[in-house]
């Protein structure tokens, strides 16, 4: 029997709230601490440390690789062709409209608009994840080594992350696999270790927490930077302190989803847990009309920091619901096919 883990199903939620709040983010006049933002952005790295956790404790043991691409495939390439193509859509309708749109021009602006390999900015992740899957033989092989080996590949890995950071406009699907991949490891090895580590969990909270609190003051007062760290792979740009601050906010937020479990379920954040997939697709266009909505007022009105936050935490709201609504809609009218659709 398949055993559940509860801690998991509610950080994926957060996990997914974190990913909206980061592309959520109001800064009217620039007024939004810097340290906020820096906490704010990359909840991306959540995301990665919980797939390695379900690559080892869901798949391992029964692990055939045709089949699990297949079901990657179907459920996390498919919707993102589809939500892509109806993203693309508005857009075509655009470029038509243009006087002197001719033919040449209009597979031009196609072209550099799918150039990048996503349409909608947050979809980078796919191609990126897609190859991580179809990297699944390594990492059973990762799985099987001793522990040894295990750590060191982790460490050696964690190390190159800080060194080549996210790639520009994160449309490098190599890079973002280096950088990525000690995440996933991470969370490889917490599966495997879960018991011994859940039996010192206060410590790890702590050391976690301390981890968290002194790379966003490192990256926020003693060597200021704005959110993730881009650059072209080869090149020399110091370290990436995002990269140690979101190792730490997993198991930061895997402790606070571990004491969650402590309380009356919660079926609001199991249903957001659910939907993740689907909320990940869905929220950049939602996104971009709550914002075209709350914006404009806003610029009017000069807001400081406080009104910042609350709009940044407002846009979080309305573009969850507004995506939750939405793909509820579409697992309405279409129940058999809503997987292949929208992710849920």
Not at 33 to 51: R, Y
Request: glycine share 4%.
């Amino acid at each position: 029997m398949k055993q559940r883990y509860l801690e998991f199903d509610y950080l994926r939620g957060i996990a997914i709230l974190v990913i909206i709040l980061g592309h959520a983010v109001v800064n009217v006049d620039r007024t939004l601490p810097l340290a906020l933002q820096n906490l704010f952005a990359g909840g991306t790295a959540v995301f990665v440390f919980i797939s390695g956790f379900f690559f080892h404790s869901v798949f391992y043991r029964r692990f055939e690789y045709g089949d699990f691409m297949r079901k990657k495939v179907q459920n996390v390439l498919y919707p993102f062709l589809v939500i892509s193509l109806v993203a693309l859509l508005p857009m075509m309708q655009v470029w038509l409209g243009k006087p002197g749109m001719t033919v040449a021009k209009f597979v031009e602006n196609i072209y550099w608009q799918v150039n990048d390999g996503y349409i909608l900015y947050p979809h980078w992740y796919i191609p990126f994840v897609m190859m991580l899957f179809a990297l699944s033989p390594l990492y059973m092989l990762f799985i099987r080594a001793s522990l040894v080996a295990r750590l060191l590949l982790l460490l050696e890995f964690a190390l190159i992350a800080m060194l080549v950071h996210r790639p520009l406009g994160n449309a490098n699907v190599l890079q973002s696999l280096v950088y990525f991949t000690p995440y996933y490891l991470a969370g490889i090895l917490y599966s495997m270790h879960f018991a011994v580590l859940n039996r010192h969990h206060r410590l790890i909270f702590a050391v976690s927490l301390l981890g968290v609190s002194l790379f966003v003051v490192l990256q926020t007062l003693v060597f200021p930077h704005l959110a993730n760290y881009h650059k072209a792979a080869l090149t020399f740009n110091g370290v990436d302190l995002m990269f140690w601050q979101k190792l730490f906010l997993c198991i930061v937020l895997l402790e606070f989803a571990s004491w969650l479990t402590t309380r009356p379920e919660n079926p609001w954040l199991l249903q957001v847990s659910a939907a993740s997939f689907a909320l990940f697709f869905i929220h950049p266009m939602v996104l971009t009309q709550v914002h075209n909505l709350l914006l404009p007022g806003l610029k009017a009105m000069h807001p400081g920091a406080l009104v910042n936050l609350a709009a940044s935490l407002l846009s979080l709201v309305l573009a969850t619901a507004g995506s939750y609504a939405v793909a509820r809609l579409v697992r309405r009218l279409w129940p058999r096919h809503s997987r292949m659709l929208i992710g849920w």
